[in-house]
């Protein structure tokens, strides 16, 4: 059985939560929720949120708490959200004003309580 957790509109550039979810990617929850907190980046409080929530949703689609053990992280990725303008300026050359960007990303996380099947490459 599988459940899913999205997280999106999120204030991280995507390629620095990727590097977080390479670590976890394909492991138990015991074991990543062991390495996650040894993670040095800022997007790991994103990843832990995530993963909480994607756990929390299995459970209630079990209809049983499953054991930390019993649960993997069979899928995770995150893509480019939108990077919209902010209500916000700075000053430009020639008077002008020029809105901020700020990078937005979308993370999508699956849990299952079997392992992920390791494909072909």
């Given at each position: ?72 992280v069979t899928q995770a ?12 300026v700075r000053p430009a ?16 996380m699956v849990v299952s ?9």
């Amino acid at each position: 059985m599988e459940a899913i957790a999205h997280a999106r509109f999120q204030r991280y550039g995507y390629r620095k939560v990727a590097l977080v979810l390479e670590q976890i990617r394909g492991k138990s929850l015991a074991k990543a929720e062991y390495i996650l907190p040894s993670v040095r980046m800022k997007a790991t409080e994103l990843v832990t949120k995530t993963l909480k929530s994607a756990v929390a949703n299995l459970n209630i689609k079990a209809g049983k708490k499953l054991g930390s053990d019993g649960v993997y992280v069979t899928q995770a990725w995150v893509g480019m959200g939108p990077m919209g303008h902010m209500r916000r300026v700075r000053p430009a050359p020639m008077g002008r004003a020029m809105t901020i960007k700020k990078k937005v990303c979308h993370l999508t996380m699956v849990v299952s309580d079997t392992p992920a099947k390791k494909g072909k490459k």
